[in-house]
């Protein structure tokens, strides 16, 4: 039986992002020591992180303090080994070229972190392995690259970091169908989507095979739109056991997760969403309003006498039509 921890897109950064507070970092890296406790608590054999350790693509803006304060994450996780694929985060320019200048670089130098090469399939615990890393082109034959031999004999695992989805809606960016790569390994474990899917066991599609797709999301809560404000951080506590060719899958609620109010910056979103809206509905009433100068000083007047205008937003106006 083998012991999985799945955490993922961590995004650790020295600087928060936009309209995150100043301890961004830290509330990270609280959740990552809650994830050391559940490996031990578990016993895991691995913790597998499906990358995006790193926020920033430039090593330069990611401290050396940072850096080692990862590597220390790393050593609490002993006896569990750590096994990561890089996401598109942890690497520059779309290459894996530049990892050994990179932040993520630096987990070589551990002994418990177990070594994969991208694309590359390799046997460790009993279990074929096959990690697909965060580029924004998968070469050709990748999902298919695990023999047929092996399949049969081993349970496979594919560690990605990749667009996933397991809907059939359009998405305004290339994705990957669970149907391209079903039956391509038993298990898909993956990261890239900060938003959480159910567990999905696949049915048999097109005489391919089953495979179970596994997401917790990620760990992190970088953007204050969308999703990031209502989920609740967790990871998937994952067993195979090799004899039965069972998977066990349990996501697992982080508790070491403050509240949004504590996290973002809400009153100064708030505040730009508000002046957003007040500003396309100034745009709006352009287009009913009839104008009687068409000189550059009569409009300013104009925008004057609106008495409902907002001072923000009829400066902002004044602005942009005397730089126009």
């Not at 305004?172 to 039956?183: A, E, K, L």
């Not at 349990?250 to 910056?265: A, G, H």
């Not at 002046?275 to 550059?296: C, G, M, N, P």
Request: hydrophobic content about 40%; some cysteine; overall charge negative.
């Amino acid at each position: 039986m083998l012991k999985l921890l799945q955490v993922q897109d961590s995004h650790l950064a020295d600087r928060p992002p936009s309209r995150r507070t100043g301890t961004y970092a830290e509330d990270i890296l609280v959740k990552m020591a809650e994830v050391s406790e559940l490996a031990h608590k578990y016993k895991v054999d691995a913790v597998l992180h499906a990358g995006d350790i790193f926020h920033q693509k430039s090593a330069y803006r990611v401290s050396h303090d940072l850096t080692n304060r990862v590597l220390s994450w790393v050593a609490d996780l002993i006896p569990s080994r750590l096994i990561a694929v890089p996401g598109n985060h942890d690497i520059k320019d779309d290459s894996l070229d530049t990892l050994y200048r990179q932040p993520f670089g630096a987990l070589d130098s551990m002994p418990s972190v177990v070594k994969f090469q991208p694309y590359k399939v390799t046997k460790w615990k009993d279990i074929v392995w096959l990690v697909v890393p965060g580029v924004s082109k998968v070469p050709e034959g990748v999902w298919e690259s695990v023999p047929k031999e092996l399949k049969e004999k081993y349970l496979t695992v594919i560690l990605a970091h990749q667009p996933i989805v397991l809907d059939d809606r359009p998405y305004p960016f290339d994705v990957i169908s669970w149907r391209q790569i079903v039956g391509k390994a038993d298990v898909v474990l993956w990261g890239h989507k900060h938003a959480a899917d159910d567990v999905f066991y696949s049915p048999d599609w097109n005489g391919e095979g089953r495979t179970v797709f596994v997401n917790p999301g990620g760990i992190s809560r970088c953007s204050v739109a969308g999703d990031d404000l209502r989920r609740e951080p967790q990871v998937a506590y994952i067993e195979l056991d090799q004899a039965t060719r069972k998977v066990s899958v349990e996501y697992i609620k982080l508790k070491n997760v403050k509240p949004i109010d504590q996290v973002y910056l809400l009153d100064e979103y708030q505040a730009e969403q508000q002046k957003e809206e007040e500003i396309d509905t100034f745009l709006e009433s352009l287009t009913e309003t009839t104008f009687d100068y068409v000189t550059l000083e009569g409009l300013l007047a104009e925008i004057n006498n609106m008495k409902d205008l907002d001072p923000e937003v009829a400066e902002m106006a004044h602005k942009l039509l005397q730089e126009a």
